[in-house]
């Protein structure tokens, strides 16, 4: 008798938990596992004039945005009556749409999958301002020029590729990846808290910086014409062919800082508290009036106040090693 209560007891907690789970999962819509695809409405909106702003505000769907063979901003979105609609609005060439959830938690657990993306197609000469905000689900941004991008997110990845920007690019997330390729801005900035931060082939007209708490930062192919900053709790920082008319300040706590052909026309700083700092720098030697110290570790550098510019290297736990590359 003990035993069969005991299976059914365990029977009932394991139902709970997939219950649960299902419900994490679906972010507390069960239209995520919806089987018929009449549970879904899909709108679709086409603007009536030039549009030079668009603002989105969504929370579990995705957002993508990319250029087209069309007149006029066209957006596609879908909608569950009674759970979650959106509220569109067109005025002033300010294009908006905002979600509104109707109903928080859906009890119903359907079988299926559904892509509520949604989807907004620019002409191919659109320069308006792009502001995309999102709680769950990614946004990517994608072939066309911007007057300003600003990306937030909260959970899901950010990906900007093949954007011309007249004005900043500013992406901020709190859990999940950032990644920027084929950008061209004024300044550049990406914040993370959990999650990589990935730059490739950047130009920043400005300033670049990337922030993050725990994940790595990784620029590659990256030019500045102002200064470069990077900052890390935990999780790598590494440069590939960073090259910047102004300043380097790359600090770690958790982790080395590594680069290959670092270029500045300003001072460099390199910090790390639990890592090593490696790598190699273009220029002479002589450049630099160096300052370093390690406090376990070895160190290649010798101190010389010399140069025209400054080169301050400090490590906690780890080596450092840099070279110069003089062509």
Request: charged residues 20%; glycine residues 10%.
């Amino acid at each position: 008798m003990k035993k069969t209560i005991l299976i059914a007891g365990l029977c009932c907690l394991a139902g709970f938990i997939i219950m649960v789970v299902l419900l994490i999962i679906s972010r507390g819509d069960g239209a995520m596992f919806d089987s018929k695809d009449s549970r879904y409405e899909q709108r679709e909106y086409e603007c009536r004039e030039k549009t030079d702003e668009i603002y989105i505000l969504s929370s579990s769907d995705s957002i993508k945005l990319l250029s087209g063979d069309v007149d006029k901003v066209k957006i596609t979105y879908w909608e569950r009556p009674g759970k979650h609609e959106y509220d569109l609005n067109e005025s002033g060439g300010k294009l908006s749409l905002t979600r509104k959830d109707l109903k928080n938690i859906n009890w119903g657990i359907y079988i299926g999958y559904h892509d509520t993306s949604i989807v907004v197609t620019v002409p191919k000469d659109f320069n308006g301002a792009l502001d995309l905000n999102a709680s769950s689900g990614s946004i990517e941004a994608k072939n066309t020029n911007a007057e300003y991008l600003t990306t937030n997110n909260s959970s899901g990845s950010v990906r900007v590729s093949n954007i011309n920007s007249q004005n900043a690019v500013h992406c901020k997330n709190t859990s999940g990846s950032i990644r920027f390729e084929n950008l061209t801005a004024t300044d550049v900035t990406a914040q993370n808290n959990s999650g990589s931060i990935k730059m490739e082939d950047v130009n920043a007209n400005g300033i670049l910086s990337a922030e993050n708490t725990s994940g790595s930062i990784h620029l590659t192919d990256v030019v500045a014409t102002k200064d470069i900053t990077c900052k890390n709790n935990s999780g790598s920082i590494n440069f590939d062919r960073v090259t910047t008319d102004g300043s380097v300040n790359a600090a770690n706590t958790s982790g080395g800082v590594h680069f290959e052909s670092l270029k500045a026309g300003g001072n460099i700083t390199l910090k790390a508290t639990s890592g090593s700092v490696k790598g190699s720098i273009i220029g002479k030697e002589s450049d630099y009036s160096i300052l370093s110290k390690t406090t376990t570790g070895g160190n290649n550098l010798t101190d010389s106040r010399n140069g025209s510019k400054e080169l301050n290297v400090n490590t906690t736990s780890g080596s450092i090693k840099i070279n110069f590359e003089d062509f």
